[in-house]
């Protein structure tokens, strides 16, 4: 592969970040995932907007216009002959002599890579995940994609452990999100419900396109929390991410949901959300 550090294009096995960076030490980076279909990049300036918002509410000084991110992108893609898979872009406050005390006049660096993964045909699309649910223990930033991501690894961990796909995360009795991903219920009257974006979760980028698109419809969509209970007993259950795109949720602590079998919302929003990024991909 060939990946992109601090203004150069080079090697994976060439790469290197120095042991003092700041992401390495304290985690203190933010990073993008932004998926590739057919070549081309899925709502990059949305994510853009939102890398922008992280590295503000960081104080990280980086402007990722000016730093020509989309060329680095369409440039990687081009380089790895990258057709389906992922763009992963992190931006750590830069290198310093190790200090709980921020530096104020480091370089932030800039790492990307790609990764080629099947994002369209998938086994859990078919299937759907069997999910189980742990409290959530993440700091209380959640807004911020930070590279901080040991709690929600370990749960990632702990769900294939005991032979279930991943975690929804439970606070004050109700379900913040998944690990890497948002978690939606649709309710008996055909409602979509999923949580009001806040400090709490991630404002996923796929959530935003997916409710934009169900306001359209005319179906129903209620931004509240909801109880592990109420999505055990919910019609369908479902989640978002930029990878996962929209993919069904057909048990949660062993508890089928619906049938048990991704149901029909589920899967025309993920067709829909699929054609709609396909038809306005960023090369
Ligand atoms: N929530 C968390 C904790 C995530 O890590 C992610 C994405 O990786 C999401 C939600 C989904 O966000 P997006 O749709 O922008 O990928």
């Not at 960076?21 to 990059?44: K, P, S």
């Not at 994002?119 to 993440?138: H, M, N, V």
């Not at 796929?206 to 179906?219: C, K, M, P, S």
């Amino acid at each position: 592969r060939i990946v992109y550090v601090n203004g150069g294009f080079l090697p994976e096995a060439s790469a290197s970040l120095s042991i003092f960076d700041r992401g390495v030490l304290f985690a203190d980076a933010v990073y993008e995932v932004t998926a590739v279909i057919d070549g081309g990049l899925v709502d990059f300036d949305a994510h853009q907007r939102r890398l922008r918002r992280s590295l503000a509410e960081l104080g990280i000084d980086f402007d990722p216009e000016e730093a020509g991110l989309l060329d680095i992108h369409r440039e990687l893609i081009h380089r790895n002959d990258l057709r389906e898979g992922l763009v992963y872009l992190q931006i750590s406050r830069g290198v310093a002599d190790r200090s709980f005390l921020q530096p104020t006049n480091a370089q932030p660096s800039v790492i990307l890579f790609t990764q080629a993964q099947s994002l369209l045909d998938t086994p859990a699309a078919e299937s759907g995940l069997s999910i189980i649910t742990q409290p959530d223990k993440r700091w209380h930033r959640r807004d911020i994609k930070t590279t901080q991501l040991l709690y929600p690894s370990m749960m990632k961990t702990l769900a294939d452990e005991r032979g279930a796909h991943d975690v929804w995360m439970v606070e004050g009795g109700h379900v913040t999100e998944g690990s890497s991903s948002n978690a939606h219920i649709i309710t008996a009257d055909g409602s979509l419900v999923t949580r009001p974006i806040s400090q709490d979760i991630l404002h996923g980028i796929t959530r935003a396109a997916v409710l934009d698109y169900t306001r359209e419809t005319g179906a129903g969509v209620v931004e509240r929390a909801f109880t592990v209970a109420e999505a055990q007993g919910a019609r369908e259950a479902f989640i978002t991410s930029a990878t996962a795109f929209v993919t069904p949720v057909t048990a949660i602590d062993g508890v089928p949901i619906g049938d048990g079998h991704p149901g029909p919302a589920t899967r025309r929003i993920r067709a829909h959300y699929i054609d709609h990024s396909r038809s306005r991909l960023q090369y």
